[in-house]
Nanobody, 124 residues
Framework: QVQLVESGGGLVHTGGSLRLSCAAS????????MAWFRRAPGKEREFVAT????????YYGDSVKGRFTISRDNAKNTLYLQLNSLKPEDTAVYYC?????????????????WGQGTQVTVSS
């Protein structure tokens, strides 16, 4: 089992930026595909971005493409999400998740470990 802890959320104005981090425990972080999902109040969980074990392959949800960037540092056991050009509709709790496979998936059911989430609030 891998433990995930997100950080970096906060309150920003429209057009602002944030960088989320997800620290993973364990020695096998580099073998997992990772992803970010989010859940806004009153809405279902939404796929945000995913990255393969090496970082060589990434994929984004349509609503964040071109604004958000997912990356990872396997030496530091850390996953990142750079959020730029933030909009009020990006307000949500953001979760990182680990998949017990090296390659990415957009299906949350493919992920076996989840963090507790970090709140991102974008004011208009």
């Amino acid at each position: 089992q891998v433990q995930l802890v997100e950080s970096g959320g906060g309150l920003v104005h429209t057009g602002g930026s944030l960088r989320l981090s997800c620290a993973a425990s364990g020695r096998t972080f580099s073998s997992y595909a990772m992803a970010w999902f989010r859940r806004a109040p009153g809405k279902e969980r939404e796929f945000v971005a995913t990255i393969s074990w090496s970082g060589g392959s990434t994929y984004y949800g349509d609503s964040v493409k071109g604004r958000f960037t997912i990356s990872r540092d396997n030496a530091k056991n850390t996953l990142y999400l750079q959020l730029n050009s933030l909009k009020p509709e990006d307000t949500a709790v953001y979760y990182c998740a680990a998949r017990l496979r090296p390659y990415s998936s957009v299906d949350p059911n493919d992920y076996f470990s989840w963090g507790q989430g970090t709140q991102v609030t974008v004011s208009s």
